[in-house]
């Protein structure tokens, strides 16, 4: 099951496609330099979602180095999917539902995921854009000119212009998708992660 996950999906923009919208001036850092710096990134943050998956999920995540694991809450505060999110695979499960998903469910609810690696929505998770606009010129044109992704940037309460939205949109099946991170920490700490397994393999 690769690439990437299925709800959320899980997120933002400063030139990402089609078109950029904000530009941001102030130097960020990299990916690889949070990795040098911090053990594990956690926080929380909404999905709007328009199409397969419908309506508004808030959900949580934690991540550590190359994963990343999402848990979303449906409108009645329960615990409705969980995603396990590593360098080249994702593992989604519906707790609500008790079933895993395919790579191809996955994809049919989280449509972002035809044109992110699951490597990019780590990314995205600590606060990177993700640079992948040389492989967006490579889709058919079937695929690329329907899609718009666009990143947006704005202050956190510990990060000035940080990385926190991104909005899909796919103009053929007009289907839309909104992340938008509201708390993002950066630690030193390991999180457990067995504990994650014993969620997703109950």
């Known amino acids: 099951m690769s690439r990437i996950l299925i709800m959320p999906l899980f997120l933002f923009l400063s030139c990402a496609g089609p078109g950029a919208k904000i530009f941001n001036l102030l130097p960020q850092k990299s990916y690889s330099e949070y990795l040098e710096e911090y053990n594990s990134c956690n926080g929380k943050g909404t999905l709007l979602s328009k199409g397969a998956l419908k309506?508004?999920?808030s959900f949580s995540?934690?991540?550590q180095r190359d994963s990343t694991f999402l848990e979303f809450n449906d409108p009645m505060g329960r615990k409705a999917i969980l995603v396990w999110i590593t360098p080249n695979s994702i593992t989604a499960r519906n707790l609500i539902e008790?079933?895993?998903y395919s790579y191809d469910e996955v994809i049919?609810?989280?449509p972002m995921l035809k044109v992110l690696e699951p490597n990019e929505i780590t990314q995205i998770i600590w606060g990177v854009e993700p640079d992948y606009k040389n492989?967006?010129?490579k889709f058919e044109s079937s695929l690329k000119n329907n899609i718009v992704l666009d990143f947006h940037r704005q202050n956190l309460k510990?990060?000035?212009q940080s990385l926190v939205g991104i909005d899909y949109y796919d103009k053929r099946l007009k289907?839309?998708?909104n992340i938008e991170i509201k708390v993002r920490n950066r630690n030193s700490d390991f999180f457990n992660i067995?504990?994650?397994w014993k969620l997703l393999n109950y």
């Open 98 to 100: 008790n079933k895993h």
């Open 55 to 57: 309506g508004r999920l």
């Open 194 to 196: 067995k504990k994650v």
């Open 158 to 160: 510990n990060e000035s």
């Open 61 to 63: 995540f934690r991540s």
């Open 135 to 137: 492989k967006f010129k």
């Open 175 to 177: 289907n839309s998708m």
């Open 108 to 110: 049919e609810i989280l």
